[in-house]
C-alpha cells in the first residue's frame, strides 16, 4: 500500500477512521495547550519577575494530577474512556475561558491565577489516562506504536509551532487571547471524540468491587509488574529533575541571555524543533523493538543537554543544547509510552496509564517549584545544573534495571 510504504506507521494508523478524528482532534487542542502553557509562564512573570512563582505555577499546573492519578485512572475503568476524557475536556474549556475572561478583565492576580491553574490540572488528572488509554481501542494492536509515537509528535509540533503563535497571537492582541484560543480547542476536542463510532462497551459484572479497590489494585499491579516498575522508576528522575525546564525558560531567557519574550520563545521552539524530528522519526519507525534501549539513551541524552544548558551563557550553544533535549525527551516519551501500553494488562489499562501519566504530568510540577525556590535564592543556572548531574549519576544505575526486562516489556502480545 502505497501510503504505508511512504509514511510507515504514520500511514497505517492514519487508516483507522476513529483515530484520524482523535488524531485531528488532538492536533488542535495541542496547539491550544501550548498557547496556555506559554501564556501561563509569561503572565506569571509578568505579575512577579520571579522564579519561586513560576515555580508555583508550575506545581499548581500540574502537580495534582500525580495525586489524582490512581483514582482518576480507576474512574476512567469503571465508567468508560470516552466518556471520562469527554466531561474532562468540557471542563478544562470552561477553566480556560474563565482565566482569558480574567485576565482580560485586568483582575488576574497571582494568588487567583494558581488557583485557576489548580482547577485545570484537577481536570487534566482525568482526562489525560482516559484519553491515551483510548488509543488502544481504535487502532489495531500492531500500528500501537505508531499511532503513541504520532500523538507525541504532534504534541511537540506543538512545541515548536506554539511559540511562533504565541508570538503571534499577544503581538495582534495580548494573552488573554491564548488562554480563549485555547478555551475553543479543548471543546474541539471534546467534539471530536464525541463524533468517533466505537464499539458498545460491554457491562461492566458487578463483582461487589470499589473505586477504591480498583484503584489499590491497579497500584499493586503496577509494582508487581518488574518491567513496568523498572521502567517508571528510571523515567520518574527525568521527570523530577530534567522536564521542568520548560516552566523555567522565562527566568533564563530574561536573566541569563539577557532577551525577553522573544528570547523565551525561540528557546522554547529551538525544544520543540528537536522533539518535532525525533517524533517523526519514532512514528515512521513504528515498531516496539528496540524500544527499551532507545528509552534509556533518550535520558542520557537529556540530562547532558541540560546540564551544558545549564551551564553555558552562549546563546546560540543554548539553542542547540534546547533542540537537542527536546529530542531526547520526545525519544523517552515515545518509548515509555509505547511499552508500557504494550506490556500492561488490558483490564488495568487505564488504572496504570494514569500512574504513568500522572508522574510525567505531576513530577516536573515538583520539580519546578524545588528547582524555582532554590532558583529565587541562588539563580536560576545552578539548580537546574546540580539537577541534571543528578539524573545522569541515578541513570547509571536504574538504566541496567530497565535493560534486564526488556524482553518482557517488547514482546509481542498473544493473540
Not at 500525580?66 to 476524557?85: E, M, Q, S
Not at 484519553?131 to 515548536?160: K, P, Y
Not at 489494585?217 to 523498572?230: K, L
Not at 543554548?318 to 533535549?325: E, R, S
Request: aromatic share 12%; proline share 3%.
Amino acid at each position: 500500500m502505497a501510503t504505508q510504504s511512504k509514511f510507515g506507521g504514520i500511514g497505517r494508523a492514519l487508516q483507522h477512521r476513529n483515530y484520524r478524528y482523535y488524531w485531528m482532534g488532538g492536533a488542535v487542542s495541542i496547539l491550544g495547550f501550548w498557547l496556555h502553557k506559554l501564556a501561563l509562564g509569561w503572565l506569571t512573570w509578568e505579575l512577579t519577575h520571579s522564579p519561586f512563582w513560576l515555580g508555583i505555577i508550575g506545581f499548581s499546573a500540574t502537580f495534582v494530577t500525580a495525586i489524582i492519578a490512581p483514582f482518576a485512572g480507576a474512574v476512567a475503568d469503571r465508567f468508560g474512556l470516552r466518556k471520562i476524557a469527554f466531561i474532562a475536556l468540557s471542563c478544562s474549556s470552561a477553566n480556560a475561558m474563565t482565566v482569558a475572561i480574567v485576565t482580560y478583565s485586568g483582575a488576574m492576580t497571582i494568588e487567583l491565577l494558581v488557583i485557576l491553574t489548580l482547577i485545570q490540572g484537577i481536570t487534566l488528572s482525568f482526562d489525560l489516562p482516559a484519553r491515551q488509554a483510548l488509543v488502544h481501542h481504535i487502532v489495531d494492536r500492531e500500528d500501537l506504536s505508531a499511532a503513541i509515537a504520532l500523538n507525541t509528535t504532534t504534541f511537540h509540533v506543538g512545541a515548536f509551532v506554539g511559540p511562533a503563535l504565541f508570538g503571534l497571537v499577544t503581538s495582534i492582541w495580548d494573552t488573554y487571547a491564548a488562554f480563549f484560543i485555547n478555551s475553543l480547542t479543548f471543546f474541539a476536542f471534546a467534539i471530536a471524540l464525541a463524533v468517533m463510532k466505537l464499539e458498545p462497551r460491554p457491562p461492566r459484572e458487578k463483582d461487589g468491587s470499589t473505586i477504591f479497590g480498583d484503584m489499590v489494585d491497579g497500584v499493586r499491579y503496577t509494582f508487581n509488574h518488574p518491567g513496568i516498575f523498572a521502567l517508571l522508576s528510571l523515567t520518574a528522575a527525568s521527570h523530577l529533575l530534567l522536564r521542568p525546564y520548560i516552566d523555567l525558560l522565562p527566568a533564563f531567557a530574561d536573566t541569563i541571555f539577557g532577551l525577553g519574550e522573544g528570547g523565551f520563545a525561540a528557546l522554547a521552539g529551538a525544544s520543540g524543533m528537536g522533539s518535532l524530528v525525533g517524533g517523526t522519526w519514532l512514528a515512521i519507525r513504528g515498531k516496539t523493538e528496540g524500544l527499551t534501549r532507545l528509552l534509556t539513551l533518550g535520558i542520557l541524552g537529556s540530562g547532558m543537554a541540560m546540564f551544558v544548558f545549564a551551564a553555558t551563557n552562549i546563546y546560540p550553544l543554548a539553542l542547540a543544547c534546547m533542540a537537542f533535549l527536546g529530542f531526547s525527551l520526545v525519544t523517552m516519551a515515545v518509548a515509555s509510552q509505547s511499552l508500557v501500553q504494550n506490556a500492561v494488562d488490558s483490564s488495568k489499562r487505564a488504572r496504570v496509564i494514569s500512574l504513568s501519566t500522572g508522574m510525567a504530568v505531576g513530577f516536573p510540577a515538583l520539580g519546578a517549584l524545588i528547582l524555582g525556590s532554590i532558583g529565587d535564592v541562588l539563580g536560576v543556572q545552578i539548580p537546574v545544573l546540580v539537577a541534571a548531574a543528578i539524573c545522569l549519576l541515578y541513570w547509571f544505575w536504574a538504566s541496567k534495571r530497565l535493560r534486564r526486562q526488556s524482553d518482557l516489556m517488547e514482546a509481542e502480545p498473544e493473540k
